[in-house]
């Protein structure tokens, strides 16, 4: 969780949503929703 507060840390993705949501899994250890709802 450090990781996301380092300000010398650079985000850089072609598709960072997607990114941001496989971090958060691995992060939390919970799967991600089917949908949106």
Do not use: I, Q, R
């Not at 598709?15 to 949106?36: N, Q, R, S």
Request: proline residues 3%.
């Amino acid at each position: 969780m450090d990781m996301l507060f380092m300000e010398n840390v650079t985000w850089l993705s072609f598709h960072a949503g997607y990114d941001f949501g496989y971090l958060l899994t691995m992060l939390t250890g919970k799967l991600l929703p089917d949908t949106e709802s």
